[in-house]
């Protein structure tokens, strides 16, 4: 197969692969709010355990979504599998930080969460994952920078507002032909 026809593949075994933005989404929405509720240091330990959520929590979705949000065949979506291990080594930078400067966590698991993206949009010949992750890293350094005392519900904010802006380029762009 040529990479255009592994492509076109990818776009439709993924069904517009929304499934981990709205998961997305759910989980951040979600830790946005309980911040609110509990003190900086409780919410730190709820963003990081909440996020390990989101896969299982999209896995779900795309069951009910049709979607194949896990391919062994195609390598684009291998490609994509190997870019969400890559996300997650940066938990060797999480973890220290969360060890030796907690602030920081938000900001990093904001950021780290989302590079990702870049491969998308290069994947489906769209912006959206660019704009994603550029956006989404603007938003989150102004969003803690400006707002130190409450940073995990300001980038929660940040990252819902950036997932809805992206599922909707998601499911209103051209699909990928030959």
Known sequence: MTLDEYRIEFEQSSNRSISMPVAGTIIWGLVGLLSTQFSANISIYILLFATGGIFPIALVIAKFRNENLVSSSNPLAKLMGLCIVMVNLLWAVHIPLLL???????????????????????????????????????????????????????????????????????????????
């Open 100 to 178: 030796n400067a907690p602030e920081f966590v938000p900001l990093s698991l904001g950021v780290g969460l989302g590079l990702h993206w870049v491969v998308y949009s290069w994947i489906v010949k769209h912006p959206v994952g660019l704009i994603h992750a550029v956006l989404r890293s603007i938003l989150i350094i102004a969003a803690w920078y400006l707002f130190p005392n409450s940073s995990i519900l300001a980038i929660s904010c940040v990252i819902v507002l950036t997932y809805l802006i992206s599922i909707y380029q998601m499911l209103t762009r051209n699909m990928i032909r030959i």
